[in-house]
Every structure is written in structure tokens, then in C-alpha cells.
């Protein structure tokens, strides 16, 4: 062969290796609640903890995470065209809201992205827009669990607090809580507030003292987050209710694992965020790389209640930020 044959068969060959090596570089974006969100800062530990393996592949991880929640959808929606944009490989993104988000998870889908649905969204919901895979918890379920555990510690009527009105996991929540007491013969009820009240603690904590006054039978109120229980707790104590209404939340924080602990707060329920981020992106950027996938469909990270009997284990992942 000829010296010319030769180099231009090596030229040939190192294109088709730099094509392939491009090919193994997943450039993944990961859309997220905002910084000051307690319960996303938990996601952000399993997205940095995942990122070395990708970036060792060649790959990068992009967090876009909103700022406020006050102009929730559209503003979800514009980090999905921002990823759309960046011309990403791969997107986690939750779906919340979805008839925003749906439109323009299938614009993603249809240039050429991965999706996996993380956190909110579902098994069903990941079939539908064609995503490869739901990891996190299924929210419904986990909510019937908190209602049947209410009612397994006598609880007979039990408030919902929605501070996110109209995000479709956080309606689930709630739902699945009415559901999960009235089949133990009990009764629940949703009470939702503004989403701008979202973190505003004194907000939410006179809008439930408010319904603990009015509605004396109220023995249960579950928050849907970990932060709306902190509010709950100061709310229960200034109605005069401690020890006669049980509080519960969706997710936890350390104040609420101290009340716990103390015997304040009847329990969490854990979806484990650090999972739901760490492995959405470990298995997107598996199946970008190398072809992957999981016989597992949906993968769920909860629900699980944590309680006084496994409280010392829990705190324990806390002190390693995992919890």
C-alpha cells in the first residue's frame, strides 16, 4: 500500500474514532427547583456526585435551576427551551405542570434529546411523551401511605397543606393523603394557599392556625414540604393543639427530624432526592454513552416513612448530606 493510501486510511480511521469518542460525550442539562428550596439543594448533592463519572467520559452537567416560584410553569417551560437551545444530548427534567411542560418536553424529545422524568411526572406520564425512564417517587402512593398512617395512629381528620396549588405531584400528594385516611374511615381535606406563600413561613403558618381554630376535629395536618412543616409545627403551637393534632410532611428537613426525634412530629415521608438526581443522571448519561438501559420501569426512590423507630438512621445520612 502507498504511502498516500495509507495515510488517508489512518485519516479515515482517526475521524471515525473522534466521531465515536463525541458520540460518548453525554452533555446532560438537569432543570431544578430554586436555591433557597431546601429539598433541591439535597437534589444538587446527587447531580455533583454523578457529574465526575460523566465528565470522565467526555460529557458535562448543566443545573438550570429556577429562581422564583411565583411564575412557576412558564418559567419551567423557558428552561426547557434553554436546554432545547443548548443543543444538550440529555434532559432530566420534572414534570410538574404538565399541560405547560408537555409541548415543549416532545419539541425536546423530537430534537433528538434523551428525557428522563425525574421527581414529578410518573411511570405513565414517561410512556406517554416517550421519555426513557421516570426515577423518583410516585407521589399518589406515597400519599395514600401518609393517610393510612394517620389512621393507623388514630387520626380521623386530617388537613392537606397545598402551598403549590396546581402542580400536578403536589396535587397528587394531597389526594392520595384524602384517599388513604377515608379508606380507613376517616376524612381529609385539602386546604390550598397561594403559591407566592410558598416559603413565606408566617403565611403559612396563620393560614393553618386559622383552619385549627375553626375546625376543632382536625387531629392530623400533613405539609407538602419540609419547610411548610416548620410553619405547621409554630401554627399547632399557637392554636393550642400540641399533642391533640399530629403533624406529618412530605420530605424532611433537620428541624423536622429534631421533631421527630423529640416527639413533636409524627413522621416524614422520604422520597430520597439524593437518588432521585443521582441516578436519573448516572443512568441518562449510561444510556447516551453506551446504549443502556434498565429492565426496571419506573425507578422509584420512595415512599418511606421515617419515624421514631428509624429516626438514629436517617440523621446519620443527614450528617452526610444525603438526607
Not at 222 to 251: P, Y
Not at 285 to 303: K, M, N, Y
Amino acid at each position: 500500500m502507498g504511502f498516500m493510501k495509507t495515510f488517508a486510511k489512518v485519516m479515515a480511521t482517526t475521524a471515525l474514532v473522534a466521531v465515536g469518542t463525541a458520540a460518548m460525550a453525554a452533555d446532560i442539562a438537569v432543570i431544578g427547583g430554586s436555591n433557597d428550596d431546601a429539598f433541591w439543594n439535597i437534589i444538587k448533592k446527587g447531580i455533583d456526585e454523578a457529574t465526575p463519572a460523566v465528565e470522565a467520559n467526555g460529557g458535562t452537567v448543566n443545573y438550570l435551576r429556577l429562581v422564583y416560584y411565583d411564575n412557576f410553569a412558564p418559567d419551567v417551560v423557558q428552561l426547557i427551551r434553554t436546554a432545547i437551545s443548548m443543543e444538550v444530548d440529555g434532559l432530566v427534567i420534572p414534570n410538574w405542570v404538565p399541560e405547560a411542560e408537555d409541548p415543549a418536553i416532545k419539541d425536546a424529545i423530537a430534537a433528538g434529546i434523551k428525557v428522563i422524568l425525574m421527581n414529578a411526572g410518573g411511570a405513565d406520564k414517561a410512556r406517554e411523551l416517550g421519555a426513557i425512564n421516570y426515577v423518583g417517587s410516585d407521589e399518589y402512593v406515597a400519599g395514600v401511605a401518609g393517610g393510612d398512617y394517620f389512621a393507623g395512629n388514630g387520626q380521623k381528620n386530617v388537613l392537606c397543606i397545598n402551598t403549590l396549588p396546581g402542580t400536578a405531584n403536589i396535587e397528587a400528594r394531597c389526594k392520595g393523603v384524602i384517599d388513604g385516611i377515608t379508606a380507613k374511615g376517616g376524612k381529609g381535606a385539602q386546604l390550598p394557599l397561594p403559591s407566592t406563600s410558598f416559603g413565606d413561613a408566617t403565611a403559612v403558618a396563620e393560614a393553618i392556625k386559622a383552619e385549627l381554630i375553626k375546625d376543632e376535629t382536625i387531629d392530623g395536618v400533613i405539609t407538602i414540604s419540609a419547610g411548610d412543616a416548620d410553619s405547621a409545627a409554630i401554627a399547632v403551637e399557637q392554636a393550642g393543639k400540641v399533642g391533640a393534632t399530629k403533624l406529618g410532611s412530605f420530605d424532611m428537613n433537620q428541624a423536622g427530624l429534631d421533631r421527630i426525634k423529640g416527639g413533636t412530629q409524627l413522621f416524614a415521608i422520604d422520597q430520597q432526592p439524593y437518588l432521585q438526581s443521582f441516578l436519573a443522571v448516572s443512568l441518562l448519561a449510561s444510556h447516551i454513552d453506551f446504549g443502556t438501559d434498565l429492565p426496571v420501569f419506573p425507578v422509584l426512590t420512595g415512599p418511606g416513612i421515617v419515624d421514631a423507630s428509624n429516626i438514629e438512621a436517617t440523621l446519620a445520612g443527614v450528617r452526610l448530606g444525603a438526607r
